[in-house]
C-alpha cells in the first residue's frame, strides 16, 4: 500500500465535492469507477484515496501523480472532461488543487 511521503519528485492533488447524502454514494461509486477504468491507468499515476465525511456531505479525494504534467493530461482529455461534467451533476461543485507535502508524521 502506498504511503503518505514528503517529495519534490510528485504532485499531491486534494480535490473536494460538496454532495448531498442522496447523492454521496452515486458519486463516490462513479468516482471509484473512473479510477478503476481509467485514472490509474494514466502515465504518472501513483495512488489515489477516496474520503467521505460521516455526515455524507463531502468526499474528499487525495491523489498522487508522479509529475504535474501527468494530473493535467489526464485531467484535460477528453474522457475525463466527459466524466468531470457528470461529477459536476451528481454534485454542489469541486475543485482540485495542487499541492506539496510539507511535512509527514
Not at 465535492?17 to 504518472?44: H, M, N, R, W
Not at 460521516?54 to 498522487?64: K, L, M, V
Amino acid at each position: 500500500m502506498p504511503h503518505i511521503r514528503q517529495s519534490a519528485d510528485l504532485q499531491t492533488v486534494i480535490t473536494t465535492f460538496e454532495v448531498t447524502p442522496g447523492t454521496c454514494q452515486d458519486l463516490l461509486d462513479a468516482l471509484e469507477t473512473a479510477y478503476a477504468d481509467f485514472i490509474s491507468k494514466q502515465p504518472g499515476f501513483i495512488a489515489a484515496g477516496l474520503h467521505v465525511n460521516d455526515a455524507r456531505t463531502r468526499i474528499a479525494n487525495y491523489s498522487q501523480w508522479q509529475r504535474r504534467e501527468d494530473f493535467l493530461a489526464m485531467l484535460r482529455s477528453p474522457e475525463m472532461r466527459e466524466r468531470s461534467r457528470a461529477f459536476s451533476a451528481m454534485s454542489r461543485g469541486f475543485e482540485p488543487v495542487l499541492y506539496d507535502v510539507d511535512a509527514v508524521f
